[in-house]
Structures are given as structure tokens and as C-alpha cells.
């Protein structure tokens, strides 16, 4: 099954453009929605669950940890992939974050055709 | 010294006895009252020439007490000389023509000769002159001086205590010949100021002299009573013992072994009086001595007994708890502590006292304590159980580790700071350089697809990513410097230094849509490190300038500094963004950015500016505007100094 729509949440506009252009590039058909930060991502999941979330750690007003205890509280439906993406591969953040049920694989930056390979197999399962 | 006065006062009473005894006795003589004589013959016991002895030597003792020398040093040895020839005329049977030299008596009482004075008078005379020219010449006290007077006064004493028991053997050596009451009150009296004027500073003790003094009239006396009765038995050929084989009787034997038995007595009473004396000044010394131990101690000492009731506090308990010792002392040992413990340690002591399980004694371990004013502070306690006399009290050494434990806190703060700030470096350095490499890919893509443009605007990203970065390391450095750099305190010209900040922003393309006013008196001066002022200064500004509200119609900063309270407060407010009520608590944190969508700051800028002002000995704050923000430091004002 092709991944119908993408959330990426990132406070960076260049990683924003980067995922976008890379989303774009590996299927120009799947519809993006963006956020800044966790709260813009959770106002956007109150509306509608993508098929998967890209997901940075670091970003201010609410972060990618405290994003996905929200996430988790508040949401019964969750997106079928939620992948982390980061620019440090620290373990402690991967064990944290992979504690998550709904969290499924966990990224470095910079966001590559690869990973959305990988995003699109895991919704298959 | 109320002794040593009172003792010179001694003196001068002596020698005015003297003067007044002699001038009487001479003015009698002179005056020849026959009637008065014949009807009381006692009154002219005291002789022409010992009368003016003792008018001499009163005068030279009076002299020598007033601190003169050579005169009273030289008016006793013609009063020796006298002394020494009357006694040969006794011991010799001689007749020297001394006698009546000055005065012919007009009556003879109580001598052998017309004006011959007694031996025992003469040898007194001779021994008080001796002294007084030792006194009188070295100025102050000695041993034979001492010597000399308690010789003196034990004969003079016997003699007037022999007047009144009616032994005449007292004062009578001779028959005929007696020591007058006079003279021997005049002896008694200068041998006296004598023996114990200024013997404190010869090293004798006068308590120890005056008992001397008194065995040894008792006994002379005794001796002389003895002798006395002796006499009577030969005169009289009696005798008092039944056998006749003891030519003593054993009333007077009594009276001589009783004698020695109260000299015995008195002996040991001075010999074991003295040893108690030393060993109460031992114990004294020693018990001096580790109070000073204890109440010197920087730990303190407290003892308690078994309910828990303080027995003693060392004095460094009043700086540990804030009480003194006093107050202390018979209350309960819970008043240290904080509650719980304050309730419970009643139970804590029962519970001891009953199973023996030691939580604390013998162990040592921190605890909290609580200070008069109601503070809590960490402290560490060890307790010692001891048991004396049956009784047993528990002895408690406390240590305030507050220092200590603010160090370790202190230390722990750091450390947890220092790996928050390796995890962010590590994850914000690569950020930027993720971020190019993805842009590079792009790039690659775009120029060999030719979309040339687009090209442009992803370098431009690029460039966009090495900025950052380079403003992280910038930032990164700037921390460093801070906490290496040592730095020299200087005045500051405040204004000229907010121009500068100010000046230094112009490279900020917002900069130039804002007003920026410089409201710092020109007089304005603090003394402090200049190269950290400025990096707060610097970050204060530029961070009013980067939230800056672009909806704002008249976007404004405006700086101001003045002297409150001590301190000196430098604000710069602005009519910005504000901080979010929800992200205050986040503000002067490491690596905060509380602003969405603005992603060119490293987080750092407000950490930096708390670092700084806490290096500089202040703080940073932030105070909320209706509008935009007020941020300010508190310095210490060091422009006094």
C-alpha cells in the first residue's frame, strides 16, 4: 500500500524543504502537512490521522517527547507510522522514544528516499 | 594590692607607736612626777634610753616605709650599738656608763641598775635595728630581715603574754631586770611591719608566717614555764613528784607534750592544707583546661542524659544553632531538630533505651538541624554513649555541613548542566550540518536537472545552515571565554558602553524599523569587568531586536540604568513578541528557543546572559510588559569602592 499523506513536524524550514523536496521526489502524489512544532502537529491530528509522521526531538513551545505523551493520551487512532527524525542518534533518545507503541523506526537527518522505503514497507505489516 | 596597702598602713601605725610610746616614757621622766610613780611604779618600766630608742627607730621605720634610705639606714646604728652594750654589761657584768649618760632616773623600777634596760629588751633592740637598716638600705623585704623580726617578736610577744598570764620569766630574764610592757608592745608592734610589710614580694606567705609566729611564742612560752617551774622547785625545795626521781613534774611534762603534740598538729594541718591547695589548683587547671579544649572546638559539643534533657553546650553551639550554652542547658535535645524528628526523638530515646538497637550511636551519620531562627540546615551528628558513676549521658559532636552540602549541590548542578550542554552541542552542531547535506543532495539533483533557480534558493538555505552554525560556535566560544577568561574590575562608563552595544546592532537588518533609546545618565559609572558587561549588554539588545514584533506599528527598545537599593539595575524593555506565560519557566535555560517558526537563535543567548551577570556577581531577570518584554540585570554596585 502507497503512503497517501505525510505529517512532518520540524521546526527547521530547511529540514521542512528538505523532507518536502524529498517526499515530492519520491512520490510527488502523497499529500504533506506541516507543522512547526507539537502543538501545530496535534491541532492538525484533531482534524485528520495521516498514514505516517516524521517526527524532529528538538524543537521550542513543545518538543518531540512531550508531543508524543500528548499524542498518546489524548489520541485513540494514531497514524499507523510514526517515525522519529533527529540529527543526533543518541541511545537514550531512540530507547525513549521507542517506547512508544505507535513510534515505529527512527531516523537520522537528513531525510532520504530510503527511509520513506522503509516508512511505506512498514505500513504494509 | 588592697593588702599590699594595708599592710604599708601596718607600717606607718607601728612607727607612730613607737614615736608616741617614746615620747611619753621621755616626757615622764623628764617631768619627775614622784607621786605618780610612787603610787604606779608600772608606768616607768620602760627606761630613758630605750624610750628615745624606739622615738628613733618609729622615726627611721616612718622614713624607710616612705621610700628613703641612707638617713633611717643610719639613724638604727647607733640604736645597735646602744642594744649590743647594754647586753655586754649583763653578759659581762660590766658598767660601759651608758645608763644614766643622757638622764639620771629620779626613781629605779624594775631594773638592776639606775636606767639599765633588760637583756632581753637590749637583744630586741639590737635585732629590730639590724633589721630596719637591711629594710631601710635594700628597700624592700628579706629573709634574714624576716628572720630577725619573727626573733623579735616572739620574745616581745612572750613578754606581754607573760604580764598577762603573770609569768615572770616571760620578761623578767634576769631578776629584777624586765622587759616593760612598753617596749615589748613597741617591739611586738615593729616586729610586725617588719615580718609582713612587703613580704609578698620576698615570696613568703603571711598566713604561713603568722602560724609560724604563733607556735613558736606558744612555745617559748611553754619553754619558759617549764624553766619557771624548775625554778620554783629549786627555790623552794619542793617537789612536785611523789618518788622525787623526776625533778620535773608531770603536770609540767603535760603541758610540754601537749605542746609538741599541738606543734605536731599544726605542722600536719599546714603540710596537708598546703597539699589540698596544690590539688585543687591541678584540678582546677586541668578542668580549666578541657573546658577550653571543648568550648574552643569548631565542632560543637553537646551532652545529654538519658531522657534528653541537654546537660552541657560548647560555645560553638551558639554559632551552629544560634543559642547560647544558657539557653540550652535543661531543656529538651529536641529543640535541634526539625519535625519530624522533634516529635519523635522522645520515642527514639525509649526505643534505645529499651531494645539497645543503636540507630545513631556509636555511628554517625547527617542529620538536620534547626537553628533558633527556624532555619534547617544539614549537619553531621555523631553520638557517644558513656556511662559514669552509674549514670549514663550521651555526648553528641555536631558539624554544620551546609557549605559542604551547597558545594555538593552545587557540584551536581554543573555536571548535570555540562552533560545537557554536550548533549545539545552534539545534536545542535550537527543540526545545520545534517540539514547541508540533505541541501546538498538537493543541489546535486537541481543542477543536473538545470532548474538553475531553484538551485540558487537551496544554496541560499545552505549558507542559511552555515550561519547558524557559525553562530552556535560563536556562542560556544563566548560561554568558554566567560568561564576561563580572568578579568580585571574597572569603572565602566555605562552610557558610552550601551552606545557601543547599540552601534555594533546595525548590522541587523530589523535594526534599522526600531527605535533604540540610550536612556543611561551620561554620570553613570560602575566598576566592574568590562569584556562580560559587554557580552550582556550585547545579548540583551540583540535579542530585543531579534523578537521584535513585525506587526508593530513603532517597534521601540528602550534601554535605561540606575542605582536602586545597592544594586545597579540596567533594563532594556521592548514592545515585542513577549515570552509566553506557558515558556517563563524556560527562560535563561541552556538551549531554550520559546519562539516558533524563529529558528536563527542557538538557544544560548539568555543562558549566556544569566552566566554573565551571575559571573559579575548579579542577576538576570525578566519581567513581563503588557507589550513585549523587560529584561534586567542586577549588578552589585561597586562604583563606592
Not at chain 2, 200 to 217: I, K
Not at chain 2, 443 to 469: C, I, P, V, W, Y
Request: a negative charge; glycine letters at 8%.
Amino acid at each position: 500500500m502507497n503512503i497517501q499523506s505525510i505529517l512532518v513536524v520540524d521546526d527547521d524550514e530547511n529540514d521542512q524543504f528538505i523532507c518536502e523536496y524529498t517526499i515530492r521526489k519520491y512520490d510527488p502524489s502523497i499529500r504533506i502537512l506541516k507543522a512547526f512544532d507539537g502543538s501545530e502537529a496535534l491541532d492538525i491530528l484533531h482534524r485528520e490521522t495521516p498514514d505516517a509522521i516524521i517526527l524532529d526531538i528538538n524543537m521550542p513551545v513543545m518538543n518531540g517527547f512531550e508531543f508524543l505523551d500528548r499524542y498518546a493520551e489524548e489520541f485513540e487512532v494514531h497514524a499507523p507510522v510514526v517515525a522519529m527524525l533527529t540529527s543526533s542518534h543518541l541511545g537514550k533518545d531512540r530507547e525513549r522514544a521507542m517506547q512508544y507503541s505507535f513510534v515505529k523506526s527512527y531516523f537520522e537527518k537528513p531525510l532520504q528516499a530510503d527511509h520513506l522505503r522503509i516508512m511505506a514497507e512498514l505500513l504494509d505489516e | 594590692m588592697v593588702s599590699a596597702w594595708s599592710w604599708q598602713r601596718a607600717n606607718v601605725a607601728a612607727s607612730l607607736w613607737c614615736i608616741a610610746v617614746g615620747l611619753a616614757m621621755m616626757a615622764l621622766w623628764l617631768a619627775e612626777p614622784a607621786g605618780l610613780a610612787a603610787r604606779h611604779p608600772w608606768l616607768f618600766g620602760m627606761k630613758f634610753n630605750a624610750a628615745l630608742a624606739f622615738v628613733v627607730i618609729g622615726t627611721a621605720l616612718g622614713l624607710a616605709a616612705r621610700g628613703h634610705k641612707r638617713l633611717p639606714a643610719l639613724m638604727t646604728v647607733p640604736v645597735f650599738l646602744y642594744g649590743a652594750l647594754a647586753l655586754s654589761q649583763h653578759l659581762f657584768g660590766i658598767d660601759a656608763g651608758i645608763d644614766t649618760l643622757l638622764h639620771r632616773p629620779f626613781v629605779d623600777i624594775g631594773t638592776s641598775l639606775p636606767g639599765r634596760i633588760a637583756p632581753n629588751t637590749a637583744l630586741c633592740l639590737m635585732l629590730v635595728s639590724l633589721a630596719l637598716a637591711l629594710r631601710a638600705h635594700s628597700g624592700r623585704s628579706g629573709m634574714l630581715q624576716v628572720a630577725l623580726g619573727f626573733i623579735a617578736f616572739i620574745i616581745a610577744a612572750a613578754a606581754l603574754i607573760g604580764y598577762a598570764i603573770a609569768l615572770d620569766f616571760a620578761h623578767d630574764w634576769i631578776r629584777f631586770t624586765r622587759m616593760s610592757f612598753q617596749s615589748a608592745s613597741c617591739f611586738v608592734a615593729v616586729s610586725i611591719a617588719l615580718i609582713f610589710a612587703g613580704t609578698e614580694t620576698a615570696g613568703y606567705q603571711r598566713v604561713t608566717l603568722a602560724g609560724m609566729l604563733g607556735l613558736a611564742t606558744y612555745l617559748l612560752l611553754l619553754a619558759m614555764s617549764y624553766y619557771e617551774l624548775g625554778r620554783y622547785e629549786a627555790s623552794f625545795g619542793i617537789t612536785f613528784s611523789r618518788d622525787g626521781a623526776n625533778a620535773r613534774s608531770t603536770l609540767s611534762s603535760l603541758v610540754l607534750i601537749s605542746g609538741a603534740l599541738y606543734g605536731g598538729l599544726v605542722a600536719h594541718l599546714y603540710v596537708s592544707s598546703r597539699r589540698a591547695r596544690r590539688m585543687a589548683a591541678d584540678l582546677a587547671e586541668s578542668r580549666a583546661r578541657l573546658t577550653a579544649i571543648i568550648d574552643n572546638a569548631v565542632d560543637g559539643v553537646i551532652t545529654i542524659d538519658d531522657r534528653g534533657i541537654i546537660l552541657s553546650a560548647n560555645a560553638a553551639c551558639r554559632r551552629i544553632f544560634g543559642f547560647s550554652p544558657e539557653e540550652m542547658t535543661g531543656r529538651n535535645v529536641n529543640m535541634l531538630m526539625p519535625e519530624p524528628y522533634h516529635s519523635e526523638h522522645d520515642r527514639y530515646i525509649s526505643n534505645y533505651n529499651h531494645s539497645g538497637e543503636a540507630k545513631i550511636i556509636g555511628i554517625g551519620r547527617e542529620v538536620e538541624g534547626r537553628r533558633k531562627d527556624g532555619t534547617v540546615f544539614p549537619l553531621d551528628l555523631a553520638v557517644a554513649k558513656l556511662e559514669l558513676d552509674g549514670t549514663v549521658i550521651y555526648s553528641g559532636v555536631v558539624r554544620d555541613i551546609s557549605e559542604r552540602k551547597a558545594s555538593e549541590q552545587a557540584l551536581i548542578e554543573a555536571n548535570a548542566e555540562l552533560e545537557e550542554f554536550a548533549y545539545r552541542t552534539s545534536h545542535d552542531l550537527r543540526s545545520p550540518i545534517a540539514s547541508s547535506l540533505g541541501l546538498l543532495t538537493i543541489s546535486k539533483d537541481m543542477l543536473a536537472d538545470g532548474e538553475l533557480t531553484a538551485l540558487g534558493q537551496t544554496l541560499g538555505r545552505m549558507e542559511q545552515n552555515f550561519r547558524r552554525l557559525d553562530h552556535l560556535i560563536q556562542n560556544i566560544i563566548t560561554i568558554t571565554r566567560n568561564r576561563l577568561m580572568e578579568e580585571e574590575e574597572r569603572p565602566i562608563a555605562l552610557r558610552t558602553l550601551v552606545s557601543e552595544a547599540i552601534d555594533a546592532l546595525s548590522h541587523l537588518e530589523d535594526s534599522k524599523r526600531i527605535r533604540i533609546e540610550n536612556h543611561v545618565p551620561a554620570e553613570l559609572t560602575i566598576v566592574s569587568k568590562p569584556s562580560k558587561f559587554q557580552v550582556i549588554v550585547g545579548n540583551m539588545l540583540s535579542n530585543a531586536v531579534k523578537y521584535h514584533d513585525p506587526k508593530e506599528a513603532e517597534p521601540a527598545i528602550d534601554i535605561r540604568a540606575f542605582r536602586y537599593a545597592g544594586k545597579l539595575r540596567l533594563s532594556v524593555e521592548d514592545n515585542g513578541l513577549g515570552v509566553p506565560p506557558a515558556s517563563r519557566h524556560l527562560l535563561f535555560k541552556m538551549f531554550k528557543r520559546l519562539h516558533p517558526n524563529r529558528s536563527f537563535g542557538s538557544g544560548l543567548g539568555l543562558y549566556i546572559l544569566r552566566k554573565s551577570a551571575e559571573a559579575l556577581g548579579g542577576t538576570a531577570l525578566y519581567e513581563a510588559r503588557d507589550k513585549g518584554s523587560r529584561f534586567i540585570i542586577e549588578l552589585p554596585d561597586g562604583d563606592r569602592a
